[in-house]
């Protein structure tokens, strides 16, 4: 069984720093993208970041310029950078995966179970 699990989220002033972490666990073949979606109270889930496995990046514009993804393949683990924090940065933060788990299977995608980052004076 593939299972994410996140970390690094907690509540931290305006202007402040966090990185969260995902790590992939369980039997895989391969990781295709990774990506950070997050869902504020009220508000539907939107795509943060994402990184394709060659390393290739993508940002929602909100972030640009403050958020940083990256992902060490080795140890199956994906990070988000986040600095400059803002009030409307405070949200449940989920990591998700396209897993391929075997050599002849097809990918599917895996969630995490979510780390809240609040910004809050």
């Known amino acids: 069984q593939v299972q994410l699990v996140e970390s690094g989220g907690g509540l931290v002033q305006p202007g402040g720093s966090l990185r969260l972490s995902c790590v992939a666990s369980?039997?895989?073949?391969?990781?295709?993208?990774m990506r950070w979606y997050r869902q504020a109270p009220g508000k539907q889930r939107e795509l943060v970041a994402s990184?394709?496995?060659?390393?290739?990046?993508n940002y929602a514009d909100s972030v640009k310029g403050r958020f940083t993804i990256s992902r060490d393949n080795a140890k199956k683990t994906v990070y988000l950078q986040m600095i400059s924090l803002k009030p409307e940065d405070t949200a449940v933060y989920y990591c998700?995966?396209?897993?391929?788990?075997?050599?002849?299977?097809?990918?599917?995608?895996?969630w995490g179970q979510g780390t809240q980052v609040t910004v809050s004076s």
């Open positions: 998700n995966a396209e897993i391929q788990r075997d050599q002849v299977g097809v990918p599917n995608d895996y």
């Open positions: 369980g039997s895989m073949f391969f990781i295709y993208a």
């Open positions: 990184i394709a496995s060659g390393g290739s990046t």
